[in-house]
Each structure stands twice: as C-alpha cells, then as structure tokens.
C-alpha cells in the first residue's frame, strides 16, 4: 500500500500505515457507510478521520490505476489547495492507495476529525439566529467563487460549521470533485442548486448574494431557484425509474 502524508504528520506514518492496513477492526464508523466507509481513530494525541472509497468498478479500476488521479488523492491535494487559498477543511493528513500492476483497488483520505455544531442541513429559519448563519453562509460561497473555487459537491452535509458566539466558521469536507477556475454568473448560479427544496431558503440566499455582488435580488433568485428546481426535477424522475426497475 502507497501512503502519502503531510509533512506535519511525519511522525504518524507507522501509526497510519498500520491503521489503514487493518482497517476493518479499527476505529468507530460514523455515518451510513452505503458507499464509502468513514470512521474516527484516536492516534497518538490525535483523532484521525478516515474515509475508505469503495473499490471502484472494472472500468474505473483501470482508469485510476492509469489515468485519473484517485478520489483519495484529489481529496488530498484540494484540502491543501483550499488551505492555501484561506478555505477552512479539516487538516490533510494523508491518502493512501492499493494498486496491483494493472488494476486500482482501494484507497483512503485520511483528515484531523473536526467538532461542529451544524451542517447546513440543520437550518431551520424558524430557530432563532439561523437566518443569520444562513447569511454567513451565503457569504462564504461567494468568497469560494471570488476565489476561483467551484465546489462541485456542494450539497447541505459537506459544509460543516463551527459555532463561537456570533462568529461562524465554515469547514468543507467530501471534496474528491472540484474546479479552480473563473466561475461566470451562470456557474455561481448552479452551484447553489443542490441545497435544498425550500423556496424560503433560497430567497434569503439571493437577497444575500445579491448584496455581495450589486446584482437585483430578483435576478439572483430566478437564477437560483431556476437551476435548483431543474435538478430535483431530474433527480426525483431517476428516483421514480429506479422504483420502477425495483418492482418488477
């Protein structure tokens, strides 16, 4: 097995190796686990989060073993990106890779384990201050945008957020799909699209938005919700063609 680990980290590479290499009886599994495996160990003074990527299927067995850099290892590299960009994600600690001589097998992301208080699926504009960390919100993905990050799994569980008083920190996580490029209006549009199905939320996000960049508040939000109700359309008629295959 390959492993690659941050220089800060030097001193854990046994430790992880050795975690990594019996992964199935160490730690504690968080999460559904229905694709990938995510599970927090305690080494050393550390907790370590781990995500094993399931074994890809045969075509991506030999793509990743010969022309696509893993999951594993883009997580790797764009947690270091975002950092540098000033982009908080928890610590990059290592990935690591399992090849035979013709095929990709598994791999692993391994990351300091983050306390949080919410994710953005928690929101609920009836709490009391949740508009406002909304709005925190809101601003954080338009500084992802004005620094040229295009954050392609921005979904309401892959932001975590930190809680100090009045002070919110956001924290991206699941980050194997990502661009670094100029996004047009129309790019910074779609990557809303995916947050959720309330119209309320999305109106908030746009008069939000609409502040940070002069635009009219209308027009971010028909954009928004425009892109938005396009993709649960698609989505929920997948869902209906799955239940249909399912039954017969």
Known sequence: ????????????????????????????????????????????????NIKA???PNAVNKIAYRFFRKSKAERSFNYAQELLKRGINTPA???????????????????SEQLDYDLTFRDLN???KGHEEILRA?????????????????????????QINENVFKFYLVDLNRMNFKSLSFTERMQNFKR???ERAIYEIMADEYAKQTGRPSSEVFDQMWHFNQSFFTKRDKKERIKKKFKQK
């Open 195 to 197: 947050l959720t199905r």
């Open 137 to 161: 919100f809101t601003r954080f993905t338009f500084q992802l945008h004005e620094k040229e990050i295009e954050f392609l799994d921005h979904s309401p569980g892959n932001t975590l957020i």
């Open 92 to 110: 990059p600690v290592a990935y690591a890779e399992e090849v035979t001589s013709v095929a990709f097998l598994k791999s692993f992301y391994v």
């Open 1 to 48: 097995m390959k492993v690659i680990i941050d220089e800060a980290y030097s001193s854990y590479k046994e430790e992880i190796f050795q975690t990594l290499d019996n992964f199935e009886n160490e730690g504690r599994k968080i999460g559904p686990g229905k694709r990938n495996v995510v599970k927090v160990v305690s080494l050393k003074e550390k907790k370590l």
């Open 125 to 127: 504009l009836e709490k």
């Open 53 to 55: 990527f399931k074994i």
